[in-house]
Protein backbone atom coordinates (compact mmCIF):
# COMPACT_ATOMS: atom_id res chain seq x y z
CA UNK A 1 0.00 0.00 0.00
CA UNK A 2 2.92 2.73 1.27
CA UNK A 3 4.50 2.30 -2.01
CA UNK A 4 1.51 3.44 -4.27
CA UNK A 5 0.36 6.25 -1.86
CA UNK A 6 4.15 7.78 -1.45
CA UNK A 7 7.14 8.75 -3.21
CA UNK A 8 9.91 7.69 -1.34
CA UNK A 9 10.30 4.59 0.50
CA UNK A 10 9.24 3.11 3.44
CA UNK A 11 12.18 4.02 5.63
CA UNK A 12 12.11 7.11 4.56
CA UNK A 13 8.61 8.13 4.84
CA UNK A 14 9.10 6.34 8.46
CA UNK A 15 11.57 8.66 9.86
CA UNK A 16 10.88 11.76 8.33
CA UNK A 17 7.40 12.18 7.58
CA UNK A 18 5.08 9.82 9.39
CA UNK A 19 3.00 12.31 12.17
CA UNK A 20 5.65 14.91 11.04
CA UNK A 21 5.12 16.47 7.97
CA UNK A 22 2.91 16.38 4.99
CA UNK A 23 4.25 14.79 1.44
CA UNK A 24 3.00 15.18 -1.87
CA UNK A 25 3.54 12.53 -4.47
CA UNK A 26 2.78 13.05 -7.67
CA UNK A 27 1.83 11.10 -10.65
CA UNK A 28 5.19 12.48 -12.20
CA UNK A 29 7.50 11.33 -9.15
CA UNK A 30 5.56 7.92 -9.10
CA UNK A 31 3.17 7.04 -12.41
CA UNK A 32 0.59 5.29 -11.15
CA UNK A 33 -3.43 5.84 -10.91
CA UNK A 34 -5.85 4.37 -8.69
CA UNK A 35 -8.80 3.67 -11.45
CA UNK A 36 -8.13 0.01 -9.85
CA UNK A 37 -9.31 1.19 -6.15
CA UNK A 38 -12.38 3.83 -7.17
CA UNK A 39 -13.51 4.92 -10.30
CA UNK A 40 -16.72 6.94 -11.60
CA UNK A 41 -18.36 3.76 -12.34
CA UNK A 42 -18.05 2.28 -9.31
CA UNK A 43 -19.36 5.46 -7.71
CA UNK A 44 -22.43 5.12 -9.95
CA UNK A 45 -22.74 1.42 -9.16
CA UNK A 46 -22.61 2.01 -5.27
CA UNK A 47 -25.09 4.52 -5.34
CA UNK A 48 -27.95 3.27 -7.65
CA UNK A 49 -27.15 -0.61 -7.61
CA UNK A 50 -25.69 -1.70 -3.91
CA UNK A 51 -28.20 -0.74 -1.63
CA UNK A 52 -25.67 1.48 0.17
CA UNK A 53 -27.57 2.63 3.37
CA UNK A 54 -26.98 5.63 6.17
CA UNK A 55 -24.47 5.86 7.90
CA UNK A 56 -22.27 4.59 5.09
CA UNK A 57 -23.01 7.76 3.01
CA UNK A 58 -23.93 11.52 3.55
CA UNK A 59 -23.49 14.74 1.96
CA UNK A 60 -22.09 18.27 2.54
CA UNK A 61 -22.32 21.44 0.90
CA UNK A 62 -20.01 24.35 1.67
CA UNK A 63 -19.01 22.84 5.10
CA UNK A 64 -22.31 22.33 5.85
CA UNK A 65 -23.40 18.46 6.47
CA UNK A 66 -27.26 17.78 4.71
CA UNK A 67 -30.20 16.73 6.51
CA UNK A 68 -30.23 12.88 5.49
CA UNK A 69 -34.37 12.95 4.48
CA UNK A 70 -31.92 15.28 0.99
CA UNK A 71 -30.81 11.95 -0.04
CA UNK A 72 -31.83 9.04 1.72
CA UNK A 73 -35.57 7.50 1.29
CA UNK A 74 -37.39 3.49 0.81
CA UNK A 75 -36.43 1.09 -1.71
CA UNK A 76 -39.94 -0.11 -1.94
CA UNK A 77 -41.80 -3.52 -1.66
CA UNK A 78 -39.12 -6.28 -0.83
CA UNK A 79 -36.73 -3.46 0.96
CA UNK A 80 -38.85 -1.45 2.99
CA UNK A 81 -35.96 0.16 4.90
CA UNK A 82 -35.78 3.98 5.31
CA UNK A 83 -32.12 4.99 5.31
CA UNK A 84 -31.36 3.51 1.74
CA UNK A 85 -29.53 5.86 -0.74
CA UNK A 86 -32.34 7.37 -3.26
CA UNK A 87 -30.34 7.76 -6.14
CA UNK A 88 -32.25 10.54 -7.95
CA UNK A 89 -32.42 12.65 -4.53
CA UNK A 90 -28.30 11.72 -4.89
CA UNK A 91 -28.50 13.20 -8.20
CA UNK A 92 -30.58 16.96 -7.56
CA UNK A 93 -28.29 17.68 -4.57
CA UNK A 94 -24.67 16.91 -6.40
CA UNK A 95 -26.02 19.14 -9.40
CA UNK A 96 -26.91 21.82 -6.75
CA UNK A 97 -23.41 21.47 -5.72
CA UNK A 98 -23.28 18.82 -2.95
CA UNK A 99 -20.31 16.65 -2.05
CA UNK A 100 -21.25 13.20 -1.19
CA UNK A 101 -18.69 11.05 0.86
CA UNK A 102 -19.14 6.75 0.42
CA UNK A 103 -17.35 6.45 3.80
CA UNK A 104 -16.21 2.86 5.56
CA UNK A 105 -15.49 1.42 1.66
CA UNK A 106 -13.14 -0.59 3.37
CA UNK A 107 -16.42 -2.54 4.35
CA UNK A 108 -18.12 -2.29 0.66
CA UNK A 109 -15.56 -2.27 -2.27
CA UNK A 110 -13.64 -5.70 -2.93
CA UNK A 111 -10.39 -3.47 -3.98
CA UNK A 112 -10.65 -1.03 -0.42
CA UNK A 113 -11.41 -3.77 1.21
CA UNK A 114 -7.76 -5.33 0.20
CA UNK A 115 -6.18 -2.05 -0.07
CA UNK A 116 -6.88 -0.85 3.38
CA UNK A 117 -6.00 -4.51 4.98
CA UNK A 118 -2.07 -3.62 3.29
CA UNK A 119 -2.18 -0.28 4.93
CA UNK A 120 -3.08 -2.01 8.31
CA UNK A 121 -0.42 -4.43 8.09
CA UNK A 122 2.30 -1.27 6.37
CA UNK A 123 1.44 0.82 8.92
CA UNK A 124 0.46 -0.70 12.30
CA UNK A 125 -2.02 1.40 12.95
CA UNK A 126 -5.95 1.07 11.96
CA UNK A 127 -7.25 2.26 8.81
CA UNK A 128 -10.37 3.20 6.39
CA UNK A 129 -11.63 4.25 3.59
CA UNK A 130 -13.65 6.97 2.26
CA UNK A 131 -14.75 9.03 -0.92
CA UNK A 132 -15.39 12.26 -1.73
CA UNK A 133 -17.26 13.20 -5.07
CA UNK A 134 -17.19 16.83 -5.67
CA UNK A 135 -18.83 18.74 -8.35
CA UNK A 136 -17.05 21.16 -10.58
CA UNK A 137 -16.41 24.22 -8.38
CA UNK A 138 -17.29 23.40 -5.42
CA UNK A 139 -16.03 22.62 -2.10
CA UNK A 140 -17.84 20.10 0.50
CA UNK A 141 -16.12 21.27 3.91
CA UNK A 142 -14.03 24.58 5.40
CA UNK A 143 -10.72 24.49 6.49
CA UNK A 144 -10.58 22.29 9.38
CA UNK A 145 -7.77 19.38 10.26
CA UNK A 146 -8.50 15.60 10.81
CA UNK A 147 -8.28 13.92 14.40
CA UNK A 148 -6.41 11.14 12.04
CA UNK A 149 -3.58 10.60 9.55
CA UNK A 150 -5.14 10.96 5.99
CA UNK A 151 -3.22 9.54 3.13
CA UNK A 152 -5.42 11.54 0.02
CA UNK A 153 -5.60 9.63 -3.03
CA UNK A 154 -6.77 11.56 -6.85
CA UNK A 155 -8.85 9.06 -8.38
CA UNK A 156 -10.23 11.60 -11.41
CA UNK A 157 -10.68 14.98 -12.14
CA UNK A 158 -8.58 17.89 -10.03
CA UNK A 159 -8.72 19.52 -7.03
CA UNK A 160 -6.87 22.26 -5.40
CA UNK A 161 -5.75 21.66 -2.09
CA UNK A 162 -4.89 24.38 0.11
CA UNK A 163 -2.85 23.22 3.52
CA UNK A 164 -1.30 24.92 6.68
CA UNK A 165 0.53 24.19 9.74
CA UNK A 166 -1.45 22.86 12.59
CA UNK A 167 -3.03 25.26 15.28
CA UNK A 168 -2.72 22.56 17.91
CA UNK A 169 -0.37 19.91 17.28
CA UNK A 170 -1.27 15.96 17.48
CA UNK A 171 -4.97 16.43 18.05
CA UNK A 172 -6.39 13.48 20.19
CA UNK A 173 -10.13 12.42 19.24
CA UNK A 174 -11.28 14.32 21.77
CA UNK A 175 -10.14 17.53 20.63
CA UNK A 176 -12.01 18.16 17.40
CA UNK A 177 -11.24 21.17 14.48
CA UNK A 178 -14.65 22.57 15.47
CA UNK A 179 -12.72 23.84 19.39
CA UNK A 180 -9.82 25.82 17.39
CA UNK A 181 -12.26 27.44 15.29
CA UNK A 182 -10.99 31.01 15.95
CA UNK A 183 -7.41 30.17 15.63
CA UNK A 184 -8.20 28.30 12.59
CA UNK A 185 -9.38 31.37 10.90
CA UNK A 186 -6.57 33.25 11.53
CA UNK A 187 -3.96 30.54 10.26
CA UNK A 188 -5.47 30.32 6.93
CA UNK A 189 -5.15 33.66 6.29
CA UNK A 190 -1.67 33.39 6.38
CA UNK A 191 0.80 31.52 3.98
CA UNK A 192 0.32 27.92 2.97
CA UNK A 193 2.80 25.13 3.33
CA UNK A 194 1.79 23.39 0.18
CA UNK A 195 -1.40 25.29 -2.12
CA UNK A 196 -1.32 22.81 -5.55
CA UNK A 197 -3.62 20.96 -7.66
CA UNK A 198 -4.00 16.95 -7.46
CA UNK A 199 -4.48 15.28 -11.08
CA UNK A 200 -5.36 11.86 -11.32
CA UNK A 201 -2.73 9.82 -9.70
CA UNK A 202 -1.96 12.18 -7.03
CA UNK A 203 -1.05 11.33 -3.54
CA UNK A 204 -1.18 13.32 -0.30
CA UNK A 205 -0.12 12.65 2.82
CA UNK A 206 -1.05 14.70 6.03
CA UNK A 207 -0.75 14.06 9.48
CA UNK A 208 -3.15 14.58 11.88
CA UNK A 209 -3.91 18.24 13.13
CA UNK A 210 -2.55 20.01 9.84
CA UNK A 211 -5.05 22.48 8.24
CA UNK A 212 -6.65 21.84 4.56
CA UNK A 213 -9.33 22.84 2.66
CA UNK A 214 -9.63 21.61 -1.13
CA UNK A 215 -12.31 22.85 -3.71
CA UNK A 216 -12.46 20.94 -7.50
CA UNK A 217 -12.09 22.64 -10.66
CA UNK A 218 -13.53 22.42 -13.90
CA UNK A 219 -14.72 18.70 -13.47
CA UNK A 220 -16.26 16.39 -11.19
CA UNK A 221 -13.39 15.17 -8.40
CA UNK A 222 -13.24 12.21 -7.02
CA UNK A 223 -10.92 11.23 -4.00
CA UNK A 224 -10.00 8.46 -1.69
CA UNK A 225 -8.91 9.35 1.80
CA UNK A 226 -7.38 6.43 3.60
CA UNK A 227 -7.82 7.39 7.47
CA UNK A 228 -5.43 6.11 9.81
CA UNK A 229 -6.07 6.11 13.64
CA UNK A 230 -2.61 6.26 15.08
CA UNK A 231 -1.60 4.66 18.55
CA UNK A 232 -0.29 7.49 20.52
CA UNK A 233 1.94 7.37 23.66
CA UNK A 234 -1.06 8.28 25.60
CA UNK A 235 -2.82 4.82 24.74
CA UNK A 236 0.24 3.40 25.93
CA UNK A 237 0.25 5.31 28.94
CA UNK A 238 -3.61 4.15 29.52
CA UNK A 239 -3.02 0.73 28.89
CA UNK A 240 -0.41 0.78 31.52
CA UNK A 241 -2.80 2.66 33.96
CA UNK A 242 -5.82 0.41 32.90
CA UNK A 243 -3.22 -2.11 34.54
CA UNK A 244 -2.94 -0.99 37.64
CA UNK A 245 -6.81 -2.22 38.15
CA UNK A 246 -4.94 -5.37 38.81
CA UNK A 247 -3.36 -4.49 41.97
CA UNK A 248 -5.61 -3.75 44.72
CA UNK A 249 -4.16 -0.79 46.17
CA UNK A 250 -4.93 1.07 43.20
CA UNK A 251 -9.20 -0.28 43.76
CA UNK A 252 -9.61 1.09 47.28
CA UNK A 253 -11.55 4.35 47.84
CA UNK A 254 -10.09 7.58 48.91
CA UNK A 255 -10.77 9.01 52.11
CA UNK A 256 -14.92 10.34 52.39
CA UNK A 257 -14.94 13.81 51.62
CA UNK A 258 -12.15 14.10 49.37
CA UNK A 259 -14.21 15.84 46.53
CA UNK A 260 -15.43 18.71 49.04
CA UNK A 261 -12.17 19.12 50.39
CA UNK A 262 -9.87 22.45 49.90
CA UNK A 263 -7.43 22.73 47.42
CA UNK A 264 -4.22 22.49 49.72
CA UNK A 265 -6.12 18.91 50.53
CA UNK A 266 -6.73 17.77 47.65
CA UNK A 267 -3.05 18.50 45.82
CA UNK A 268 -1.74 16.15 48.69
CA UNK A 269 -3.65 13.49 48.17
CA UNK A 270 -3.41 13.48 44.36
CA UNK A 271 0.79 14.17 45.00
CA UNK A 272 0.75 10.95 47.70
CA UNK A 273 -1.85 8.59 44.74
CA UNK A 274 1.18 9.94 41.86
CA UNK A 275 3.75 8.87 44.43
CA UNK A 276 2.72 5.34 44.61
CA UNK A 277 1.91 5.10 41.53
CA UNK A 278 5.61 5.67 39.92
CA UNK A 279 6.88 3.04 42.81
CA UNK A 280 4.44 0.49 41.29
CA UNK A 281 5.29 1.59 37.87
CA UNK A 282 9.04 1.06 39.00
CA UNK A 283 8.92 -2.05 41.15
CA UNK A 284 6.23 -3.57 38.70
CA UNK A 285 7.55 -2.81 35.25
CA UNK A 286 7.96 -5.81 33.35
CA UNK A 287 4.84 -7.21 34.61
CA UNK A 288 2.96 -4.14 33.73
CA UNK A 289 4.84 -3.55 30.49
CA UNK A 290 3.41 -7.51 29.79
CA UNK A 291 -0.14 -6.53 30.69
CA UNK A 292 -0.09 -3.12 28.85
CA UNK A 293 0.48 -4.83 25.47
CA UNK A 294 -1.25 -7.09 25.64
CA UNK A 295 -4.07 -4.63 26.38
CA UNK A 296 -2.92 -2.41 23.71
CA UNK A 297 -3.26 -5.49 21.28
CA UNK A 298 -6.44 -6.02 22.17
CA UNK A 299 -7.23 -2.37 21.36
CA UNK A 300 -6.01 -3.06 17.91
CA UNK A 301 -8.22 -6.08 16.91
CA UNK A 302 -11.27 -4.07 18.24
CA UNK A 303 -10.54 -1.29 16.00
CA UNK A 304 -9.40 -3.53 12.74
CA UNK A 305 -10.86 -6.71 11.73
CA UNK A 306 -9.47 -9.80 10.40
CA UNK A 307 -10.10 -10.66 6.43
CA UNK A 308 -13.79 -11.47 5.92
CA UNK A 309 -14.52 -15.51 5.87
CA UNK A 310 -16.79 -17.00 3.49
CA UNK A 311 -19.18 -19.30 5.23
CA UNK A 312 -20.43 -21.87 2.58
CA UNK A 313 -16.84 -22.62 1.20
CA UNK A 314 -15.01 -22.95 4.30
CA UNK A 315 -17.51 -25.70 5.54
CA UNK A 316 -16.95 -27.38 2.17
CA UNK A 317 -13.67 -27.14 2.93
CA UNK A 318 -13.70 -28.09 6.55
CA UNK A 319 -15.34 -31.33 4.92
CA UNK A 320 -11.84 -32.15 2.77
CA UNK A 321 -9.27 -33.65 4.77
CA UNK A 322 -6.93 -32.67 2.34
CA UNK A 323 -7.65 -29.12 2.25
CA UNK A 324 -4.50 -26.15 2.39
CA UNK A 325 -5.11 -23.40 4.78
CA UNK A 326 -3.92 -20.45 6.22
CA UNK A 327 -4.27 -18.29 9.46
CA UNK A 328 -6.86 -15.93 8.66
CA UNK A 329 -5.29 -12.68 7.83
CA UNK A 330 -5.27 -9.66 10.56
CA UNK A 331 -6.54 -11.84 13.12
CA UNK A 332 -4.43 -11.92 16.43
CA UNK A 333 -3.84 -14.51 18.53
CA UNK A 334 -2.19 -15.56 22.24
CA UNK A 335 -0.98 -18.82 22.37
CA UNK A 336 -0.66 -19.65 26.22
CA UNK A 337 -0.33 -22.96 28.54
CA UNK A 338 -3.10 -23.90 30.04
CA UNK A 339 -4.52 -25.87 33.14
CA UNK A 340 -4.93 -29.73 32.76
CA UNK A 341 -2.37 -30.10 29.95
CA UNK A 342 -3.88 -28.32 27.55
CA UNK A 343 -2.67 -25.27 25.78
CA UNK A 344 -5.03 -22.21 25.07
CA UNK A 345 -5.51 -19.72 22.16
CA UNK A 346 -6.54 -16.27 22.95
CA UNK A 347 -8.40 -14.94 20.68
CA UNK A 348 -9.85 -11.12 20.58
CA UNK A 349 -13.74 -12.71 22.07
CA UNK A 350 -12.79 -15.92 23.19
CA UNK A 351 -10.38 -18.35 24.03
CA UNK A 352 -10.18 -21.80 22.88
CA UNK A 353 -8.08 -24.78 24.15
CA UNK A 354 -6.88 -27.87 22.20
CA UNK A 355 -4.82 -30.57 24.26
CA UNK A 356 -1.06 -30.11 24.86
CA UNK A 357 -0.14 -32.05 21.63
CA UNK A 358 -1.19 -29.50 19.66
CA UNK A 359 1.19 -26.58 20.84
CA UNK A 360 3.43 -26.76 17.82
CA UNK A 361 0.84 -27.25 15.14
CA UNK A 362 -0.71 -24.09 16.52
CA UNK A 363 2.37 -21.90 16.31
CA UNK A 364 3.35 -23.45 12.84
CA UNK A 365 -0.31 -22.17 11.57
CA UNK A 366 0.31 -19.12 13.95
CA UNK A 367 3.42 -18.51 11.64
CA UNK A 368 1.89 -18.57 8.52
CA UNK A 369 1.81 -19.66 5.08
CA UNK A 370 -0.11 -22.77 3.40
CA UNK A 371 -0.51 -25.91 5.70
CA UNK A 372 -1.73 -29.04 4.95
CA UNK A 373 -3.26 -31.36 7.68
CA UNK A 374 -0.85 -33.92 6.80
CA UNK A 375 1.87 -31.86 7.54
CA UNK A 376 0.60 -30.46 10.68
CA UNK A 377 4.16 -30.60 12.83
CA UNK A 378 3.28 -33.18 16.40
CA UNK A 379 0.52 -34.37 14.87
CA UNK A 380 -0.45 -37.51 12.71
CA UNK A 381 -2.96 -36.89 9.76
CA UNK A 382 -5.58 -38.02 11.81
CA UNK A 383 -5.46 -35.39 14.62
CA UNK A 384 -4.25 -33.03 12.36
CA UNK A 385 -7.27 -33.36 10.24
CA UNK A 386 -9.32 -33.12 13.39
CA UNK A 387 -7.88 -29.72 14.55
CA UNK A 388 -7.83 -28.06 10.93
CA UNK A 389 -11.48 -28.41 10.71
CA UNK A 390 -11.90 -27.25 14.16
CA UNK A 391 -9.90 -24.13 13.30
CA UNK A 392 -11.91 -23.76 9.91
CA UNK A 393 -15.07 -23.55 12.23
CA UNK A 394 -14.10 -21.55 14.51
CA UNK A 395 -13.05 -19.11 11.51
CA UNK A 396 -9.10 -19.14 13.48
CA UNK A 397 -7.92 -20.69 9.52
CA UNK A 398 -9.24 -20.19 6.15
CA UNK A 399 -9.15 -22.09 3.02
CA UNK A 400 -5.79 -21.13 1.31
CA UNK A 401 -6.58 -18.49 -1.48
CA UNK A 402 -5.40 -20.75 -4.11
CA UNK A 403 -8.19 -23.43 -3.40
Not at 13 to 37: H, I, K, M, N
Not at 70 to 99: H, M, P, R, W
Not at 152 to 167: D, I, T
Request: proline letters at 6%.
Amino acid sequence: MLSRCSAVDARTFAEQYWGRRPLLSTAVDLPRDFSDLLSPGAVDELIAERGIRAPFIRLARDGEILAKDCYLGSAGFGAEIADQVDSAKVLAEIASGATIVLQGLHRLWPPLIDFVRDAVDDLGHPAQANAYITPPGNRGFDPHYDVHDVFVLQVSGQKRWVVHEPVHAHPLPSQPWTQHRAAIGERVRGEPVIDTVLNAGDALYLPRGWLHAAQALDTTSIHLTIGVSATTCLDVARAVLDELSTVEAFRRSLPMGIAAADHDETVATVTKVMAEVVAALRDNAAALSTGAAARLSDRHAGLTRPVAVRPLATLSAAADAEVDVCWRRGLTARLNSSEGGRVALQLPDRTITFPISCAEALRALHRGGVVRAAALPGLDPADGAVLIRRLLREAVVVPSPSR
